[in-house]
């Protein structure tokens, strides 16, 4: 199941994922906040009641997180509406028990009453719970889908009318070679039309950067040198579709079509514990290298799809670095491991 649930119909979000987490965490923290402004005697009262309120609020909150991470997927077998009466049941009562636990140990008052921090703790849950409902609604699926269609239906019309002009020159010298680049270009195209709502294994994702390259060789000839690095992964693992390809192509339009000399890729892929990593680099042409293409400088659309894509499909846990080091051009992506489909607008 993926972390993107949380921007789908189904009201509950994911606890596991980080992004809900720190959300619940800064969400509960500003109502203790709230509440010691309002209960303060003097404004320089405020902190010690902040303070008392966050010593109790934090660890009823990470007790409810704890229980909803763990129940996450029996949650979501429910109902809805059946889902969230059983959260808001738990932080009952586990306000109430833990109030009772504090009077017994003499942290509270013996005569504190016990329906007071139960009714906190359902306000606070239903204060969460409906924030992450209007959530929900507000990220709806047909506005996700139409966002995630535009973000990978974008592809520079250069790279195109390129891919075509190389198809012509070819089609009387090399016939074999203009039926494999118009194959190559078709399988492109044909990725573009893909459901943008499903992950896409990693292996088509790699095969598809193959496929580009070898267009972008037969134009640019030796002056592209690629290298794959590409450790022992899970055969299963799923990535967003349309992820390498960008990379790849920008890759090629600023740091190798611009020279004479040209450069090379480097594409590396491997594990990090739970963490699927992805660098592309480029080499950088010096003050020696002949330019034979200017391009203006980037303005990052291609990474900041990419990011964007990102945080549609995994928030917070998925990373995006990138910058210039030691002549190179490196792009680095970071993002959990799935081995299981799942649809983004179930």
Known sequence: MGSIRQNTRQLLPDWRNLGVLLRALLGVNLLALAAALVYAHSLQGW?????ENAAWVEPLLFINLGFLALSRDLLWRLRPRTGQALALIFATFSGLLLQDSWRFIGLAEADSPLWRAALLSLAAACALLAYFEWRSKALSPRLEEARLSALNARIRPHFLFNALNTVIALIR??????ENALENLSELFRA??????????????????RQYLELEKLRLGDRLQVSWEIEALPQETLVPPLMLQPLLENAVYHGIE??????????RLGMAGEMLQLDVSNSLGDDATTTITRHRPGNHMALKNIRERLALYYDMEASLEHGKRHGRYRVH??????????????
């Not at 902190?47 to 303070?51: D, K, P, Q, T």
């Not at 459901?195 to 950067?209: D, H, K, Q």
């Not at 611009?258 to 594409?267: H, N």
């Open 173 to 178: 010298s090399d016939p074999r070679g203009a």
């Open 333 to 346: 992506i970071e993002l959990p491991c799935r081995t299981h489909s799942f649809s983004v607008f179930d």
């Open 192 to 209: 573009l039309l893909k459901n943008p709502r499903e992950l896409s294994p990693l292996s088509a994702e790699i095969a598809l950067g």
């Open 47 to 51: 902190l010690s009641a902040f303070v």
């Open 258 to 267: 611009s020279t004479a000399e040209g450069g090379e890729i480097l594409v």
